[in-house]
């Protein structure tokens, strides 16, 4: 892998940042003049995201948070998701991210300067195998090709499906294919079968593959998940700009919990370009309120322990990340006590160990 190599480049454009950081001016309660976000995208090159931050974007939270002040909100969503996110992290272009975990955990372990503000929720995995492949569930894929984009959250989420049904990665030959590529081999018959997002279900309405996984089976331990992250220079300038924007977060966490406004969410998401029947498949059937629980809690904190000890043993880090250090728990939780939401979600406890 190339891994080591991009980590040093990395390490070291964050550390020439940090050191252009050093030389500017001391902290001020003056609002920022730009306030740059970044999301992950689905690879279809549209200016909207998925999640809490394009609600907080399409809704105006954000923006009301800085109503009546010069400041100017930008937001892009990559297509190249996690790797051309920590990049754009490193080269002092965003200031608030949202990207899934095992990125974030690369990023952080190569030097990236970030801490936690908000989980932004987590996303159903689906397995898909091809047609003709009498597969009914993991343990049916012991020996076949297997697709999934290594480095990122989806890499953990399969460890996690294979392990509930007593498998290990060596059990598979495992592929390491975009989400693109998967739709191509699975319709080529090079895989026997791939895990993804709710993009790969447009190749079971064209009749090539069958669904035989969805982590809607084993809730959020097994689901994508990640974070919303500040970097330390923003956070440390503008600190009641941080605040504002968690505050924005939340109100978007709490909007998109409501069953009545559940259809005009998917109809947002469906702006990223993912279809608006693969969004459904997502979400229905489960409390979007469960879902988007903005709070960096013990629940969160375990998942990120789980999938940074996955992260080492694939050999794509290798230094510690100091946990306590990089969750920002207190942004969110301030939010809440604001808006008198402190019980609406619960403080979930740490996940049990695999």
Same mark, same amino acid.
């Given at each position: 892998?190339?891994?080591?190599?991009?980590?040093?480049?990395?390490?070291?454009?964050?550390?020439?940042?940090?050191?252009?950081?050093?030389?500017?001016?001391?902290?001020?309660?003056?609002?920022?003049?730009?306030?740059?976000?970044?999301?992950?995208?689905?690879?279809?090159?549209?200016?909207?995201?998925?999640?809490?931050?394009?609600?907080?974007?399409?809704?105006?939270?954000?923006?009301?948070?800085?109503?009546?002040?010069?400041?100017?909100?930008?937001?892009?969503?990559?297509?190249?998701?996690?790797?051309?996110?920590?990049?754009?992290?490193?080269?002092?272009? =965003?200031?608030?991210?949202?990207? &899934? #975990?095992?990125?974030?955990? $690369? !990023?952080?372990?190569?030097? /990236?300067?970030? *801490?936690?503000?908000?989980?932004?929720?987590?996303?159903?995995?689906?397995?898909?195998?091809?047609?003709?492949?009498?597969?009914?569930?993991?343990?049916?894929?012991?020996?076949?090709?297997?697709?999934?984009?290594?480095?990122?959250?989806?890499?953990?989420?399969?460890?996690?499906?294979?392990?509930?049904?007593?498998?290990?990665?060596?059990?598979?030959?495992?592929?390491?294919?975009?989400?693109?590529?998967? =739709?191509?081999?699975?319709?080529? &018959? #090079?895989?026997?079968?791939? $895990? !993804?997002?709710?993009?790969? /279900?447009?190749? *079971?309405?064209?009749?090539?593959?069958?669904?035989?996984?969805?982590?809607?089976?084993?809730?959020?331990?097994?689901?994508?998940?990640?974070?919303?992250?500040?970097?330390?220079?923003?956070?440390?300038?503008?600190?009641?700009?941080?605040?504002?924007?968690?505050?924005?977060?939340?109100?978007?966490?709490?909007?998109?919990?409501?069953?009545?406004?559940?259809?005009?969410?998917?109809?947002?998401?469906?702006?990223?370009?993912?279809?608006?029947?693969?969004?459904?498949?997502?979400?229905? !059937?489960?409390?979007?309120?469960?879902?988007?629980?903005?709070?960096?809690?013990?629940?969160?904190?375990?998942?990120?322990?789980?999938?940074?000890?996955?992260?080492?043993?694939?050999?794509?880090?290798?230094?510690?990340?100091?946990?306590?250090?990089?969750?920002?728990?207190?942004?969110?939780?301030?939010?809440?006590?604001?808006?008198?939401?402190?019980?609406?979600?619960?403080?979930?406890?740490?996940?049990?160990?695999?």
């Amino acid at each position: 892998m190339k891994s080591w190599k991009w980590l040093g480049m990395l390490a070291l454009a964050a550390a020439a940042a940090a050191n252009a950081q050093a030389q500017q001016p001391a902290a001020t309660q003056q609002p920022p003049q730009v306030i740059r976000f970044g999301a992950f995208g689905q690879g279809f090159g549209q200016p909207y995201g998925l999640a809490i931050l394009a609600i907080a974007h399409v809704k105006g939270f954000i923006e009301e948070e800085f109503k009546g002040t010069p400041v100017k909100l930008t937001f892009e969503y990559f297509t190249g998701t996690g790797p051309a996110i920590n990049e754009a992290i490193a080269n002092g272009r =965003l200031d608030f991210a949202q990207y &899934g #975990s095992l990125p974030n955990i $690369i !990023g952080k372990a190569g030097g /990236l300067p970030t *801490r936690i503000i908000a989980s932004y929720g987590y996303s159903t995995v689906f397995a898909v195998a091809r047609k003709d492949l009498p597969a009914t569930s993991f343990k049916d894929l012991k020996g076949k090709k297997v697709a999934v984009a290594k480095g990122t959250v989806l890499h953990w989420a399969l460890l996690k499906a294979l392990q509930e049904n007593g498998l290990t990665l060596r059990d598979i030959t495992l592929v390491d294919l975009k989400t693109g590529d998967q =739709l191509a081999a699975l319709t080529a &018959g #090079s895989i026997d079968a791939a $895990i !993804g997002t709710s993009s790969l /279900l447009t190749l *079971r309405d064209q009749g090539v593959a069958k669904v035989f996984y969805s982590s809607k089976e084993l809730g959020a331990k097994a689901s994508g998940f990640g974070a919303i992250t500040v970097t330390e220079a923003f956070e440390k300038q503008y600190p009641q700009a941080t605040q504002k924007v968690a505050d924005a977060l939340v109100k978007a966490a709490y909007w998109v919990s409501q069953e009545s406004n559940r259809e005009e969410a998917y109809r947002i998401w469906a702006k990223s370009g993912v279809p608006y029947e693969a969004i459904k498949d997502d979400f229905d !059937g489960v409390p979007l309120k469960d879902v988007h629980n903005p709070r960096v809690d013990d629940f969160l904190v375990s998942q990120y322990r789980d999938a940074i000890e996955f992260t080492r043993e694939q050999k794509l880090i290798r230094s510690d990340i100091d946990l306590q250090q990089w969750a920002a728990p207190s942004y969110v939780e301030q939010a809440l006590r604001s808006q008198n939401l402190q019980t609406y979600w619960a403080t979930r406890p740490a996940a049990a160990a695999h």
